[in-house]
């Protein structure tokens, strides 16, 4: 009896002492005013707060014994200090150096590139790195910028596997997946007050997704209180950059304000031919109705026109001896016209209402709406010769592989003594419309603008409450609508007089057929002119629920959390034209697809002291298909992909962290498996001469590897930074691809893609090794080494079926075999980047930030920061030479310098 006392007032102890937690509380000031510091980050163990507007934070949860907490920030010295945590109430309430210089500003336009903004337009992915940044970890910190220059993927994924929300609105797109980072480019000091989850952790405003979660805060009442004037000088995408922000902070009436502008152009940055005019606009107000109750409105938008680059081959680059070629422009009456050009304006309001239930529980309901048009401008022609100055009939390769030297010979002559001969012929376009005029005929060239208009709705609710000291409960609901409007407009008929409405492929492959050459058969042989719609016109919807909870418990020695989440997707085409291919199924509304995605997630700390800890998250989740990827021949037909299902997602990762005064440190191996993908692609087919639609289904794909950052505060001044990236990112299966020809001559055919083992294009491996140096006379020094290796070309499905090497059996072909069949992988790649600034303060009010970078500055040109395998491959002569892969290079040297004055 007495053992079994014995035993249990040992497992109460325990259990009391396990269950000890302590509280941190505190205030966080200027050290030279005294003023409050609100958007402070306070980080205890691997805790986080933000500080309030009043400078006050709280961590809940926190082990008993010596903890190292450290405040950090945007414009502010990072302070640490090792302090005992005993259970129940602890303060610390630190007065730190207000610096302004800020990572944002340093970084200046890699917030968007020229070559980021391109590969987006090209479909094939974007860099999540740039926006997931937490000042609480080294390597998502470093790693988003510093490896940008390659387009470094956090470990592999593209973005629609990283949830970005606005005021706790997810903002994804609802067709791509991907966040539309341009819709707030120029809006650095209003969107720089994030809430970040990396990777698999737990988030208080959303379940997450694979690669993590950003919540951009932009409430009035938590933007700093300033005057702020910014101008900006580079030689990226754009020359100058003009920004305004004023914020009031929360006034005594209650009354909080908040308003940005800035207006980014250049008529040529890096690559020539490419123009860039921007502006942005931001306005929040907030009312505190009282304490329990704060109403917050904010809109913003960023007006965009700028120039597009092309991708090229490397023939073409070796002949003009410049890797930075652009196709995409020429002269018109002496200046310089693009013939690609990107437009946008979509700009979103949020209305918040936020409400404190009770002391340690918040509501918060958000309304949100956007509209707007994004469209696309390009060159179009009927019955001429393709524009294009580096299409593969214009190229030296083109006459030598069908042995005709002199001609080629030529052609290089040509290429090498001719100024224009890289360039858009525009006064030759003008000549042949001239022609046609005369004659009475359409236009043989026009500019079109290809248009995706979107407006989308929703609601979402967030509750947020610490149920006791040891439990904390987020769980929230979101709704969404979503159109979309696809069409295209007749931009400038570039001096011709009228357009026809057919399809150029099916009048050629369908002579005689009335109908099945007609685009809309309402309207048949319809003449358009400029400003008219044209070619393809339909709505794309989905509507969108979601709800989800993640609970955390915390104790003495080991912290964990459990969430799980149901969403719902319905999605449907509503075709507005009725098309001759498809006249009975295309006009008019198609079936809806309705798909149920669940998904589970859980995750433990074990803190093995203050300074040492081992993390562990494991996720399964499913996932619609993208509204992009879902119909088989979207822009003329109603049918849906066959086979189409939902995505599942199965992921896991483990971490040791070490947080010291001297040391903060990351190790992390992770690994995460796609199963059912699907992707369309859309292009010119070679074999059937003509345009197709291919739905790629059945794709899985592996992502593993490890991350590590490390910090290393060698003195009080300077630090050492070591981040790198090890992946191994891999498809596990054979999919399927379906391929129907946009002119209805030919029927469906299906083929198995060989693309086993094949890696996920991009760069697999990456590393940074940073030096920084802050004087305390308020200017710093920064240098970074960076390295990328293992990049993969993304691939052409078609050269990897049985049919593309049908016929190449002996040993003699096995040379080409691989040619045809090997996947390119690109050269490794080193460059420096070097930034120096100081910051200025003048009678403890005004303060002045001078930053100058120089990135790439060992002009390393040879840098290939992506590119494509063409999908034009003719199967019959299996010459795959006749279309060589495209590729982008990186900017060379580049130069950003940025000048602020606040007060």
């Given at each position: 009896m007495r053992k079994i006392l014995s035993t249990l007032t040992l497992m109460l102890v325990a259990t009391a002492l396990w269950s000890q937690t302590g509280t941190l509380r505190g205030t966080i000031t200027d050290q030279s005013s005294g003023k409050p510091l609100p958007q402070a980050t306070v980080i205890a163990g691997l805790i986080q707060a933000t500080t309030d507007a009043g400078g006050q934070?709280?961590?809940?949860?926190?082990?008993?014994?010596?903890?190292?907490?450290?405040?950090?920030?945007?414009?502010?010295?990072?302070?640490?200090?090792?302090?005992?945590?005993?259970?129940?109430?602890?303060?610390?309430?630190?007065?730190?150096?207000?610096?302004?210089?800020?990572?944002?500003?340093?970084?200046?336009?890699?917030?968007?590139?020229?070559?980021?903004?391109?590969?987006?337009?090209?479909?094939?992915?974007?860099?999540?790195?740039?926006?997931?940044?937490?000042?609480?970890?080294?390597?998502?910190?470093?790693?988003?910028?510093?490896?940008?220059?390659?387009?470094?993927?956090?470990?592999?994924?593209?973005?629609?596997?990283?949830?970005?929300?606005?005021?706790?609105?997810?903002?994804n797109d609802a067709e791509t997946g991907w966040p539309a980072w341009s819709e707030w480019g120029g809006l650095n000091d209003v969107t720089r007050n994030k809430e970040v989850g990396i990777g698999l952790n737990p988030t208080a405003f959303s379940f997450g997704y694979p690669g993590g979660a950003t919540n951009i805060i932009t409430r009035a009442s938590e933007q700093r209180k300033q005057t702020k004037f910014t101008y900006s000088l580079g030689n990226r995408s754009y020359t100058h950059r003009w920004m305004f922000t004023h914020s009031t902070?929360?006034?005594?009436?209650?009354?909080?304000?908040?308003?940005?502008?800035?207006?980014?152009?250049?008529?040529?940055?890096?690559?020539?031919?490419?123009?860039?005019?921007?502006?942005?606009?931001?306005?929040a107000a907030e009312k505190k109705i009282n304490n329990r109750h704060s109403l917050a409105f904010s809109v913003m938008g960023s007006p965009t026109k700028r120039a597009q680059r092309s991708g090229s081959t490397q023939e073409v680059y070796d002949l003009l001896g410049d890797n930075l070629y652009n196709a995409n422009w020429g002269y018109q009456n002496g200046e310089k016209r693009a013939s690609r050009i990107k437009h946008f304006h979509e700009p979103i309001f949020t209305l918040n209402h936020y409400w404190q239930l009770a002391e340690n529980t918040r509501l918060t309901t958000s309304l949100f709406f956007q509209t707007g048009y994004n469209g696309s401008k390009a060159i179009n022609w009927y019955n001429a010769a393709d524009p294009r100055p580096d299409y593969y009939r214009n190229l030296p390769s083109y006459y030598y592989i069908q042995g005709l030297t002199a001609a080629g010979d030529a052609a290089t002559e040509y290429w090498k003594t001719n100024p224009d001969a890289g360039l858009i012929d525009w006064n030759s376009l003008y000549q042949a419309n001239y022609g046609r005029n005369a004659t009475g005929k359409q236009a043989a060239y026009i500019m079109e603008d290809r248009r995706i208009d979107q407006t989308?709705?929703?609601?979402?609710?967030?509750?947020?409450?610490?149920?006791?000291?040891?439990?904390?409960?987020?769980a929230g609901l979101e709704v969404r609508k979503y159109k979309g409007h696809h069409y295209k407009l007749i931009d400038d008929l570039l001096g011709g007089k009228y357009w026809i409405d057919v399809d150029q492929f099916a009048e050629r492959d369908l002579a005689g057929d009335t109908v099945a050459a007609q685009n809309d058969l309402q309207n048949p042989n319809r003449r358009v002119t400029e400003g008219d719609t044209y070619g393809y016109n339909y709505n794309l919807f989905q509507d969108e629920m979601n709800l989800w909870a993640n609970a955390e418990f915390t104790y003495n020695k080991v912290d964990f959390y459990v969430g799980a989440m149901g969403n719902y997707t319905s999605m449907w085409r509503d075709g507005l034209y009725q098309n001759g291919r498809f006249p009975d199924n295309s006009l008019g509304q198609s079936e809806k697809k309705n798909f149920m995605s669940p998904g589970a997630k859980t995750g433990l700390t074990y803190k093995i002291n203050g300074r040492n800890f081992i993390q562990g998250n494991a996720m399964w989740m499913q996932r619609a298909p993208m509204l992009r990827d879902a119909f088989i021949s979207q822009r003329i037909r109603n049918d849906f992909a066959p086979g189409l299902t939902n995505e599942t997602i199965v992921g896991g990762d483990i971490s040791y962290i070490i947080r010291s005064p001297y040391l903060k440190a990351r190790i992390t191996a992770f690994q995460s498996m796609f199963y059912d993908q699907t992707e369309l692609r859309s292009f010119y087919h070679d074999d059937l001469n003509t345009f197709v639609n291919m739905v790629i289904t059945g794709i899985d794909k592996v992502h593993q590897g490890f991350e590590i950052g490390a910090e290393v505060k060698l003195t009080t001044a300077l630090s050492v930074t070591g981040v790198a990236s090890?992946?191994?990112?891999?498809?596990?299966?054979?999919?399927?691809?379906?391929?129907?020809?946009?002119?209805?001559?030919?029927?469906?055919?299906?083929?198995?893609?060989?693309?086993?083992?094949?890696?996920?294009?991009?760069?697999?491996?990456?590393?940074?090794?940073?030096?920084?140096?802050?004087?305390?006379?308020?200017?710093?020094?920064?240098?970074?080494?960076?390295?990328?290796?293992?990049?993969?070309?993304?691939?052409?499905?078609?050269?990897?079926?049985?049919?593309?090497?049908?016929?190449?059996?002996?040993?003699?072909?096995?040379?080409?075999?691989?040619?045809?069949?090997?996947?390119?992988?690109?050269?490794?790649?080193?460059?420096?980047?070097?930034?120096?600034?100081?910051?200025?303060?003048?009678?403890?009010?005004y303060f002045i930030n001078i930053n100058f970078n120089v990135s790439n500055v060992l002009d390393n040109q040879n840098l290939v920061t992506g590119g494509y395998e063409q999908y034009r491959y003719e199967s019959d002569t299996q010459l795959y030479e006749k279309f060589p892969s495209k590729y982008f290079y990186g900017l060379g040297r580049t130069y950003y310098l940025n000048i602020g004055f606040r007060f």
């Amino acid at each position: 009896m007495r053992k079994i006392l014995s035993t249990l007032t040992l497992m109460l102890v325990a259990t009391a002492l396990w269950s000890q937690t302590g509280t941190l509380r505190g205030t966080i000031t200027d050290q030279s005013s005294g003023k409050p510091l609100p958007q402070a980050t306070v980080i205890a163990g691997l805790i986080q707060a933000t500080t309030d507007a009043g400078g006050q934070y709280e961590i809940t949860g926190l082990s008993v014994g010596k903890l190292y907490v450290t405040v950090t920030g945007t414009g502010i010295e990072t302070q640490s200090e090792e302090i005992e945590i005993v259970a129940g109430e602890n303060t610390w309430s630190p007065s730190v150096v207000v610096i302004n210089t800020t990572s944002n500003d340093i970084q200046g336009i890699t917030e968007v590139t020229a070559s980021q903004l391109d590969l987006e337009d090209e479909g094939r992915g974007q860099s999540a790195g740039g926006l997931l940044q937490s000042t609480g970890d080294v390597f998502t910190s470093t790693a988003g910028y510093v490896l940008s220059a390659a387009y470094f993927r956090t470990r592999g994924f593209d973005s629609e596997n990283f949830a970005v929300y606005m005021n706790g609105v997810k903002v994804n797109d609802a067709e791509t997946g991907w966040p539309a980072w341009s819709e707030w480019g120029g809006l650095n000091d209003v969107t720089r007050n994030k809430e970040v989850g990396i990777g698999l952790n737990p988030t208080a405003f959303s379940f997450g997704y694979p690669g993590g979660a950003t919540n951009i805060i932009t409430r009035a009442s938590e933007q700093r209180k300033q005057t702020k004037f910014t101008y900006s000088l580079g030689n990226r995408s754009y020359t100058h950059r003009w920004m305004f922000t004023h914020s009031t902070g929360m006034m005594q009436n209650g009354w909080a304000f908040s308003v940005s502008a800035s207006k980014r152009y250049g008529t040529e940055g890096a690559i020539e031919g490419l123009f860039y005019d921007a502006y942005s606009y931001f306005a929040a107000a907030e009312k505190k109705i009282n304490n329990r109750h704060s109403l917050a409105f904010s809109v913003m938008g960023s007006p965009t026109k700028r120039a597009q680059r092309s991708g090229s081959t490397q023939e073409v680059y070796d002949l003009l001896g410049d890797n930075l070629y652009n196709a995409n422009w020429g002269y018109q009456n002496g200046e310089k016209r693009a013939s690609r050009i990107k437009h946008f304006h979509e700009p979103i309001f949020t209305l918040n209402h936020y409400w404190q239930l009770a002391e340690n529980t918040r509501l918060t309901t958000s309304l949100f709406f956007q509209t707007g048009y994004n469209g696309s401008k390009a060159i179009n022609w009927y019955n001429a010769a393709d524009p294009r100055p580096d299409y593969y009939r214009n190229l030296p390769s083109y006459y030598y592989i069908q042995g005709l030297t002199a001609a080629g010979d030529a052609a290089t002559e040509y290429w090498k003594t001719n100024p224009d001969a890289g360039l858009i012929d525009w006064n030759s376009l003008y000549q042949a419309n001239y022609g046609r005029n005369a004659t009475g005929k359409q236009a043989a060239y026009i500019m079109e603008d290809r248009r995706i208009d979107q407006t989308q709705a929703g609601i979402s609710f967030l509750l947020n409450s610490q149920i006791n000291e040891n439990m904390k409960l987020n769980a929230g609901l979101e709704v969404r609508k979503y159109k979309g409007h696809h069409y295209k407009l007749i931009d400038d008929l570039l001096g011709g007089k009228y357009w026809i409405d057919v399809d150029q492929f099916a009048e050629r492959d369908l002579a005689g057929d009335t109908v099945a050459a007609q685009n809309d058969l309402q309207n048949p042989n319809r003449r358009v002119t400029e400003g008219d719609t044209y070619g393809y016109n339909y709505n794309l919807f989905q509507d969108e629920m979601n709800l989800w909870a993640n609970a955390e418990f915390t104790y003495n020695k080991v912290d964990f959390y459990v969430g799980a989440m149901g969403n719902y997707t319905s999605m449907w085409r509503d075709g507005l034209y009725q098309n001759g291919r498809f006249p009975d199924n295309s006009l008019g509304q198609s079936e809806k697809k309705n798909f149920m995605s669940p998904g589970a997630k859980t995750g433990l700390t074990y803190k093995i002291n203050g300074r040492n800890f081992i993390q562990g998250n494991a996720m399964w989740m499913q996932r619609a298909p993208m509204l992009r990827d879902a119909f088989i021949s979207q822009r003329i037909r109603n049918d849906f992909a066959p086979g189409l299902t939902n995505e599942t997602i199965v992921g896991g990762d483990i971490s040791y962290i070490i947080r010291s005064p001297y040391l903060k440190a990351r190790i992390t191996a992770f690994q995460s498996m796609f199963y059912d993908q699907t992707e369309l692609r859309s292009f010119y087919h070679d074999d059937l001469n003509t345009f197709v639609n291919m739905v790629i289904t059945g794709i899985d794909k592996v992502h593993q590897g490890f991350e590590i950052g490390a910090e290393v505060k060698l003195t009080t001044a300077l630090s050492v930074t070591g981040v790198a990236s090890i992946g191994n990112y891999r498809v596990t299966s054979r999919p399927t691809g379906t391929i129907t020809a946009e002119n209805g001559t030919l029927d469906e055919t299906t083929e198995t893609f060989y693309l086993k083992n094949f890696y996920v294009p991009g760069v697999q491996n990456a590393g940074s090794i940073g030096l920084n140096y802050r004087h305390p006379a308020y200017w710093f020094f920064n240098a970074n080494l960076n390295y990328f290796g293992k990049n993969y070309l993304d691939y052409n499905p078609l050269r990897r079926t049985a049919n593309a090497i049908d016929g190449l059996y002996t040993g003699d072909d096995q040379a080409k075999v691989t040619a045809i069949t090997e996947q390119e992988k690109l050269d490794d790649a080193v460059t420096l980047d070097l930034g120096i600034g100081k910051s200025f303060r003048i009678k403890y009010k005004y303060f002045i930030n001078i930053n100058f970078n120089v990135s790439n500055v060992l002009d390393n040109q040879n840098l290939v920061t992506g590119g494509y395998e063409q999908y034009r491959y003719e199967s019959d002569t299996q010459l795959y030479e006749k279309f060589p892969s495209k590729y982008f290079y990186g900017l060379g040297r580049t130069y950003y310098l940025n000048i602020g004055f606040r007060f």
